[in-house]
């Protein structure tokens, strides 16, 4: 497979995307958490106005790092820092986070019921795109999702061109896609998400700049891509500008809102 920059182009939409990193409660099993955030606390964020999507990528319980062992690259997820789910909140315009303010501290309030610890990760306008690379009636079977740290040294813009003109293209050319979004991250800044009584410790070496979410066919296409000579190959283009990947497995990918309209119930 080629990785270089004209491998694939593919087709893409841009929007504006906040990712909120969760950690369930540990003083219960963790699927009580899983489901109460399935379930109760879905609601409250549904009904956020000015929401152009909204899913909750809950992430597998066991997760060691898929992506292989990479010379000066921490790819091992750390057990303490190990995220379970992710709400990805997709805005209409710029001005919609404004519109859901007052549905904002409701779910403020109950997170406490769920979570231990959340940080939320937003970027600029167009920063969070999604490519097409699924052919007619092809369907994603199973994920990943990958989180991007960058070296102390590389510059932010040096490294959104490297995922928008290098990685993207690397991936789409493997043909074996069929869901590919990525976002790059503003600074993280704790009062964008102070929720109370939640935990929001993010040391500055922990922080992440980018994340990918990739689609394929099953699990055994998922497995063989990061077992694949491609993943070799992006982590010899990736090891000067990331100090970190880390890639979990996700379990489920459940959609609440789609196109701004709620639906009667999640889909996968």
């Avoid at 209409?92 to 309030?109: D, M, V």
């Avoid at 922990?206 to 077992?227: C, E, M, W």
Wanted: charged share 25%; aromatic share 8%; glycine share 8%.
């Amino acid at each position: 497979m080629s990785t270089s920059p004209s491998a694939v182009q593919p087709d893409v939409k841009k929007h504006l995307t906040s990712s909120i990193l969760l950690w369930v409660r540990t003083d219960q099993p963790r699927q009580t958490g899983m489901d109460y955030w399935k379930g109760p606390h879905s609601g409250i964020i549904s009904a956020t106005p000015g929401l152009a999507e909204y899913r909750q990528i809950h992430l597998a319980e066991h997760n060691p790092g898929r992506w292989p062992v990479t010379d000066g690259v921490e790819t091992s997820i750390p057990a303490d820092r190990k995220v379970d789910g992710v709400a990805e909140v997709t805005f209409q315009s710029a001005l919609s986070p404004l519109q859901g303010r007052k549905q904002t501290q409701l779910a403020y309030k109950d997170e406490i019921n769920v979570f231990r610890r959340t940080l939320l990760y937003a970027g600029p306008p167009n920063s969070s795109r999604w490519y097409d690379v699924a052919g007619p009636g092809e369907t994603v079977g199973a994920r990943a999702l990958v989180y991007l740290r960058r070296r102390d040294g590389v510059g932010a813009g040096e490294f959104r061109r490297f995922i928008k003109k290098q990685l993207v293209p690397a991936l789409a050319g493997t043909g074996v896609l069929k869901e590919l979004r990525t976002q790059t991250f503003l600074p993280w800044i704790e009062k964008l998400w102070d929720t109370p009584d939640v935990a929001h410790d993010n040391p500055d070496d922990q922080h992440f700049h980018a994340s990918l979410i990739l689609g394929f066919t099953d699990t055994a296409s998922r497995d063989a891509f990061f077992t694949s000579k491609v993943i070799e190959e992006l982590s010899n283009q990736l090891r000067p500008l990331a100090s970190a990947i880390h890639a979990y497995d996700v379990a489920a990918a459940l959609t609440y809102v789609r196109n701004g309209d709620i639906l009667p119930g999640y889909e996968e």
